[in-house]
């Protein structure tokens, strides 16, 4: 049973796999079934075209909210001042003004597109959602960086409640939705993207690298996804 | 067993007699203190011993019998070795010393009357048996006698504590009576010893130990009269408590005070370090004040009080101008970083307006600051301690507003940062658990998440323009408190060097023993060992370590780790410790 | 990989040498004459053991480093320990029948694994082996980074090599890409390498891409005196599960959290008993406050050694959740102490325990909870045998003797190898490791190589002290030992 | 009496043990290492002043030159006053004590003194120094408190660091004492 006591001629018992019996058998013994319960690819999912369509719409539907965004964001600022707003949170939204008034707008758009990249990155896209940690933040951040841009107490209070309208609410009518009925989210899905078509419209060029970027999210990396499904090899050792 | 004979050098050229001295309980060992010369009385030898024994609680015997051979005395061998039936022991010890010859013999004659041992000269085929082994220890009678082993027992009482060598050091402290006898005294009895030869005293010493008790009784009744005055209630209240503690000049006082309290109780001092502690703080107490009259002989002549009031407003005006400048330049784009406006602008204002109000104090000030010198420097004949203490408050008071200034700062950065932390927590889904003081998880609504990140964005933009405010502010405190603590370091010195210590140790090594050295004497072949016992002084370092007086710089300190944090995170710090801190 | 392990049973069944390794394709060890492999089993070796992890630090490989040491000194080997310095334990100790241990001062950097950048430790390892006449360098656990130096600097030094692997790895992160690519480096001239289930040594096979032949399997042990069942000190009143690990994500901690709640509601004489300490209590303790199960769960915090055995025979089901685990030591003391196990069927733990001793489910809550229940009814029917018969069963299974026999024999085997000189290291780094990695640590072998040129001159071998033998075939422990007066000053 | 032998310390270096027997329970051990040769002190000062006199040439400040002596001074008196020791003895006197002295070469010394009953034992130890394992000798002293505990240890040699074969022959004659005292 030691490393040196092999016999020459095969033992009759065969071997087995385990430790708690003495085994005639030397301890670097090699036996046939040597990585036999080697496992590849398992649990593997093989997904089907159209399925990984429907999910790519989450993710595309978040682009298309980032670009509402933007697109709103930038309609306020080409217009000039208006009348002051009288209501709620007016020191509040003043504040905003001053925050960034010594940082060059490069800066802003770059931070502001920074945050809104990792917050479309740290988007909890799975089904049953968890809580949006780290992504509500972020894009909380990236608005008031952007907003305190704004010519106006009056543009800031209407930026602050339109992205909390587009970043707070929409996320939680679309989870209502997807628990309680799902037939009705599919359908509701083009609706935004058609929204954004015509918003974009005042400026084609962008909505044509829109359109391009949802077309490319929805059917272009799907394709590719279940492409690459064919050359798949992974190692699953003996691990458990 | 090896048996050590402890001789004086004194007696090494003693007539013949008889030695007196202790054997040490449970150590093979002798101590011989002094020798009786012939001719004596037994019976009186036997009464002088159990006298000085009352006196000095020694367990004083006769240990054998000292020959020296002279002319003319020839039969004395003989006669000594007769001695031992006289003298009740256990064990007689016979030294004899040969002429010519450096070593001693000795002879060890047990109860029976048999030579137990014997190692002689001409005695060479003596059988390597364990008891015929014996060391002599030659000692400085006077040098053991004054001084003292460290480190230092109190305690009397624990004598199975005490090492052989211990043991043997306090014999010979013990038995100072025994050494009060000296040749000129008539009397029945002549002994051997260091001070036979006359008894050494300074008529000095004498004298002032007469006069210090009448002066303490003074001394302390007026001590007395001061704490009569402290006890006033209007002292107690608690603005004038607060700012007492806070001046360093109040603390100086009641420093001063509990020295004296130690130093003129009429209570003599009964152990080694009581002793030494008033002898050091009261040397130290001298030389403060000759400091302090050396400084008064030169602030008070030619002119200097009105040169330095001259230089000091002017001084004033120009740190007050400088600050003005660099709020200013805060105020714009210091060192082209980017702030927040109009918190720039507010933060600027409020602090130039605190300029203003300091520099309209100066002004009011300025005719009266040379008479404030005059009588301020008078303080210096209570000590260089009392006048570095007054130097001191006199900066404190006078960097009041860059104080001022560093509280706000401090206070504004210290709520910043803790603001974004906790709202950092929030960011990530966090939340801290006072009542478990650990980070739990926790989920937030949507509009505790949405409002908490404007709050966050806001003070994220506000942070750089506080903190730039926070740091200039922090480092001209940090000059302030630094020159502050070089001063407290300075009177703190010079309050707790133990001065009497180290000239004891410079010029009276022997007084501070560490313990002993032994060096082998030149032995002739044949003699028992001989070795030379010598004290080996303590330490520089040690007598410092020892023997300095206890003040509130001896108490552990913050770390520097500690202080980085603390600035990082806008505590306050201060030259002193915290009342708070120094509770936990 | 088949076709290889074929030619090596050929070639073992032909020669009938009872090295059934074999050589390597450019070494001239196959010229070994039988004899001397014959004489071997009573050579004596000097092993120097390297790890960073001993005590007194507690876990399973220093239990196992010091059982296997005690054994082998028992058997007539001399052995040393070298380990980094633990706060101030540092410097040279003596344990039990004079193990000697080195404490060397060498800075710590996570998880009491030292830092390591590959020469630092040569100057005080080779000190170590000079000094004690090293014949054989044991290397314990691929989360040590002093173990795999130890290595290094051993082959460059020309000394024989073995290592125990006492851990799985997994491939497709990229920490564990890394690791496995280290662990290529440092086995790819080991002598032999030691694994402690066959899990586990096909596990290491793949990782480091060796020659299944150099690979032994010889498990770890249970010192069955230590845990002895005690029906006694349980209370019947209710079904007390026990769980003792370290708390943290390897342990499977978050499946623990999801099978209290779970079985809690549905037993009401269900109680948790759960002795560690670790990164992931902070979830166990939350799951107990969110269902208040205060008086049901008792978190005992981390245990010493001493106290498992007392905690373990509180309980009557020992639960083990471990997600990934080479030899698991944990549920043969259960058994030992005649408990119930339930445990994930993961890594080597399918082959440690005989079926009728142990319950194994999948690494999830269902699984976990339905074993766990069918153990409960079973307990209830009163259908599981005495704890005493469980004990009898298991406590002949795996002895530290037999371990130490059977390592001894590694010994006399890697013996046997020779150590590659630099050319053939370098070349079988080159050829072994790929291009990138195995022209960085060929680089670095000959920089290793130079510094300890340099270390020979600058402190010459003659210059050193050998060490006087506390073990070993001219002992001096037990010698002095009776001569009542010991050399040693520090009695710990 | 005395004993010379082919001694050396750790790093090579011959030094020399002397061995004086005054009664059987009285041994004298010395330890001398080789005296500070002239030849490197003047080395290293050519050195230092050759640096100080390029810094000089740079700058053409004469503090350089005037600080680099001070420095030197300084550093040699220090040097023979801290640093090298010339020799170490070792008196032990049976049932009275050990007695260790450093002379370092300015001729300063440095002793202490055990008494016996402090003595718990001496034994050759271990201990990793710089980059090396080593032996040395130490003292044990015991704990007051506790019997059989040891309170510190007090090492011997410590400048001069012999090696295991000169410690043996320390080691052994002391045992003998120690042994005798009891």
């Keep these: 049973m030691g490393a040196d006591s092999g016999p020459g001629a095969p033992p009759a018992v065969p071997w087995r796999k385990v430790l708690y019996e003495r085994q005639p058998y030397p301890d670097n013994y090699v036996d046939r079934r040597f990585l036999e319960e080697l496992q590849r690819n398992i649990g593997v999912h093989q997904y089907r075209y159209w399925a990984v369509v429907r999910e790519a719409g989450l993710a595309a539907q978040q682009v298309s909210c980032v670009a509402v965004f933007s697109h709103i964001m930038v309609l306020h600022g080409s217009r000039r001042p208006g009348t002051l707003h009288p209501a709620l949170g007016q020191s509040w939204v003043c504040t905003f003004g001053t925050l960034t008034a010594s940082v060059s707008t490069d800066t802003v758009y770059a931070m502001s597109s920074m945050m809104l990249l990792a917050h479309l990155v740290s988007f909890p896209y799975t089904q049953p959602a968890p809580q949006a940690v780290l992504s509500l933040p972020q894009r909380c951040l990236a608005l008031c960086v952007l907003a305190s841009r704004l010519p106006g107490a009056l543009h800031t209070f209407a930026m602050l409640s339109c992205a909390l309208l587009v970043f707070a609410l929409w996320p939680c009518l679309l989870h209502r939705l997807r628990t309680g009925r799902v037939e009705l989210s599919p359908g509701c899905r083009p609706g935004v993207h058609s929204w954004v078509g015509g918003l974009a419209s005042l400026w084609p060029g962008g909505a044509l690298l829109l359109l391009l970027a949802l077309l490319v999210l929805t059917l272009a990396c799907p394709m590719l996804l279940v492409h690459l499904q064919r050359h798949k090899d992974n190692i699953h050792g003996p691990v458990g | 067993m090896v048996l050590k004979i402890f001789f004086p050098k004194c007696c090494n050229t003693a007539d013949s007699g008889l030695l007196v001295g202790r054997w040490i309980p449970g150590q093979d060992s002798a101590v011989v203190l002094a020798v009786i010369h012939y001719p004596f009385i037994p019976g009186q030898v036997k009464k002088y011993l159990t006298q000085m024994r009352s006196q000095t609680k020694v367990d004083l015997t006769v240990l054998g019998s000292w020959s020296m051979p002279k002319d003319g005395q020839e039969g004395m061998d003989s006669f000594l070795k007769d001695l031992s039936t006289i003298f009740p022991h256990s064990r007689w010890l016979q030294l004899s010393r040969e002429s010519g010859k450096r070593a001693f013999t000795c002879r060890v004659v047990q109860e029976n009357g048999k030579p137990a041992a014997k190692k002689d000269g001409d005695d060479n085929n003596d059988d390597d048996d364990d008891k015929d082994k014996i060391i002599f220890v030659h000692y400085d009678q006077r040098k053991v006698m004054l001084s003292q082993l460290h480190p230092v027992q109190e305690q009397k009482g624990s004598e199975e504590e005490s090492t052989e060598l211990r043991t043997m050091f306090q014999t010979v402290a013990q038995s100072e009576p025994l050494f009060f006898h000296d040749m000129y005294d008539e009397g029945p009895l002549k002994l051997t010893h260091w001070q036979s030869e006359g008894r050494e005293a300074s008529i000095i010493v004498e004298l002032v130990k007469q006069a210090s008790v009448p002066v303490c009784i003074v001394l302390t009744w007026l001590l007395s009269v001061w704490h009569w005055l402290c006890s006033f209630r209007i002292f107690h209240v608690w603005p004038v408590q607060f700012i007492s503690s806070k001046l360093s000049t109040c603390v100086q006082t009641g420093y001063r005070a509990d020295h004296f309290q130690t130093v003129f109780s009429t209570r003599k001092a009964t152990t080694h370090m009581e002793f030494m502690r008033k002898a050091n703080i009261f040397v130290s107490f001298l030389v403060d004040i000759a400091l302090g009259l050396l400084l008064i002989s030169w602030l008070y002549r030619e002119n200097r009080i009105s040169q330095l009031a001259n230089t000091l407003v002017p001084a004033a005006d120009h740190v007050a101008k400088e600050l003005q400048e660099l709020l200013e330049w805060l105020m714009g784009a210091p060192a082209g970083l980017k702030m927040n406006r109009a918190l720039d602008q507010v933060l600027g204002r409020f602090f130039l307006y605190h300029i203003h109000l300091w520099i309209s104090y100066i002004r009011l000030m300025s005719p009266f600051i040379e008479m404030i010198l005059w009588y301020v420097g008078l303080t210096a004949c209570l000590g260089l301690t009392f006048a570095l203490s007054v130097l001191s408050d006199i900066v404190a008071l006078l960097t009041f507003h860059i104080y001022c200034f560093y509280v706000y700062g401090a206070r504004l950065y210290y709520l910043k940062i803790y603001g974004l932390s906790s709202l950092w927590r929030l960011f990530r889904g966090k939340k801290w658990n006072v009542l478990r003081q650990r980070v739990d998880s926790c989920s937030y609504d949507l509009d505790q998440l949405f409002i908490g990140t404007l709050l966050f964005t806001i003070l994220l933009f506000l942070l750089p323009t506080t903190a730039l405010y926070y740091l200039v502010f922090t480092l001209l405190r940090l000059v302030v408190v630094m020159f502050q603590g070089l001063i407290h370091l300075s009177v703190d010195f010079i309050n707790s060097f133990p001065l009497f210590a180290m000239g004891l140790r410079l010029c009276r090594p022997y007084r501070v023993a560490e313990g002993v050295k032994f060096q082998v004497l030149s032995e002739e072949p044949g003699t028992p060992l001989h070795l030379r016992m010598e004290i080996n002084p303590l330490k520089f370092s040690s007598v410092l370590q020892c023997y300095r007086t206890p003040t509130y710089s001896c108490y552990p300190k913050d770390s520097w780790v500690a202080l980085c944090k603390k600035l990082f995170i806008g505590e306050l710090v201060y030259p002193w410790r915290q009342k708070s801190t120094k509770t936990d | ?78 052995v040393v320990i070298a380990t980094h310095a633990y706060g101030d334990r540092r410097g040279v100790r003596y344990l039990t029948n004079g193990l000697k241990v080195y404490y060397l001062p060498l800075q710590v950097m996570y998880n009491q694994s030292t830092a390591t950048s590959c020469f630092h430790s040569l100057p005080l390892l080779r000190c170590v082996f000079v000094r004690e006449h090293i014949t054989v360098v044991h290397a314990h656990s691929s989360f040590s980074a002093m173990a795999h130096d130890a290595l290094f600097h051993a082959k460059t030094m020309g000394l024989n090599t073995v290592f125990t692997d006492h851990s799985l790895f997994g491939f497709a992160d990229l920490s564990s890409v890394l690791t496995n690519k280290l662990l290529t480096v440092t086995l790819c001239d080991t002598n032999h390498i030691v694994c402690v289930s066959y899990t586990s040594k096909e596990n290491t096979v793949l990782r480091a891409a060796l020659n299944p032949d150099i690979v032994s399997v010889i498990p770890n042990a249970v010192d069955p005196t230590d845990f002895t069942p005690d029906p006694g000190s349980r209370d019947d009143s209710k079904i007390t599960i026990v769980v003792v690990s370290r708390l943290v994500y390897r342990k499977g901690i978050d499946l623990l959290g999801g099978i209290i709640p779970e079985l809690c509601a549905k037993h009401p004489d269900l109680c948790f008993l759960i002795g560690g300490e670790g990164p992931k209590r902070i979830v166990l303790e939350e799951v107990r406050e969110k269902y208040q199960l205060h008086d049901r769960v008792r978190l005992l915090g981390a245990l010493d050694h001493k106290d498992v055995r007392d905690v373990l025979v509180q309980g009557h089901i020992f639960l083990n959740t471990s997600l990934t685990e080479a030899f698991c030591m944990a549920i043969v003391e259960g058994a030992c102490c005649g408990l119930q196990v339930v445990s994930t069927r993961v890594g080597g733990i399918p082959e440690v325990l005989p079926d009728e001793l142990v319950t194994l489910c999948e690494p999830t809550v269902s699984s976990l909870c339905a074993g766990l229940e069918s153990v409960i009814s079973r307990q209830r029917s009163g259908s599981v045998p005495p704890p005493a018969a469980i004990h009898h069963q298991v406590q002949n299974l795996y002895t530290w003797r037999n371990i130490a026999e059977r390592t001894e024999k590694v010994y006399d085997q890697a013996c046997q190898q020779p150590v590659l000189t630099l050319p053939a290291r370098l070349q079988r780094l080159r050829s072994h490791c790929g291009a990138v990695a195995g022209s960085i640590f060929s680089f670095m072998a000959v920089i290793n190589f130079l510094f300890l040129l340099f270390l020979q001159w600058l402190h010459p071998v003659h210059l050193m002290d050998a060490a006087i033998d506390a073990s070993g075939p001219d002992s001096c422990w037990r010698k002095s030992f009776k001569k009542g007066k010991s050399k040693d000053p520090h009695p710990d | 009496m005395a004993e010379e032998g082919p001694f050396t310390d750790i790093s090579g270096k011959p030094i020399s043990l002397e061995c004086q027997n005054y009664t059987p329970f009285c041994r004298e051990f010395t330890v001398s290492s080789p005296k500070v040769s002239l030849l490197k ?36 008196i220090l040097h023979i006053h801290f640093v090298k020791v010339d020799q170490e003895t070792l008196l032990i006197i049976g049932s009275l004590g050990i007695q260790l002295s450093s002379l370092y070469a300015s001729g300063r010394e440095s002793t202490t003194f055990i008494e016996m009953s402090k003595i718990k034992d001496i034994v050759i130890n271990e201990a990793i120094y710089m980059q090396s394992i080593i032996y040395y000798l130490c003292i044990l002293i015991k704990d007051p408190s506790e019997p059989d505990g040891v309170a510190s240890v007090v090492p011997l040699f410590q400048s001069s660091k012999p090696r295991l074969n000169c410690l043996v022959r320390v080691y052994k004659s002391c045992q003998e004492i120690i042994a005798q005292s009891r």
């Excluded at chain 3, 076709?3 to 001239?28: M, N």
């Excluded at chain 3, 004596?44 to 005690?70: A, R, T, W």
């Design chain 4, 41 to 76: 002190v003047m080395g290293y000062t050519c050195s230092v002043w050759l640096l100080a006199y390029a810094v000089f040439f740079l700058t053409e400040n004469t503090t350089v030159l005037s600080s680099a002596i001070m420095v030197t001074l300084v550093g040699m």
């Design chain 3, 1 to 78: 990989m088949k076709s290889r392990r074929r030619r090596g049973d050929k070639q073992a069944a032909a020669s009938c040498q009872p090295d059934a390794h074999p050589p390597a394709p450019h070494s001239p060890a196959s010229l070994l004459p039988s004899g001397t492999a014959r004489r071997s089993s009573q050579k004596k070796h000097s092993i120097c053991m390297v790890s960073d992890f001993f005590y007194p630090n507690m876990g399973g490989v220093e239990s196992h480093i010091y059982q296997l040491s005690q054994c082998l000194l028992e058997r007539g080997h001399k």
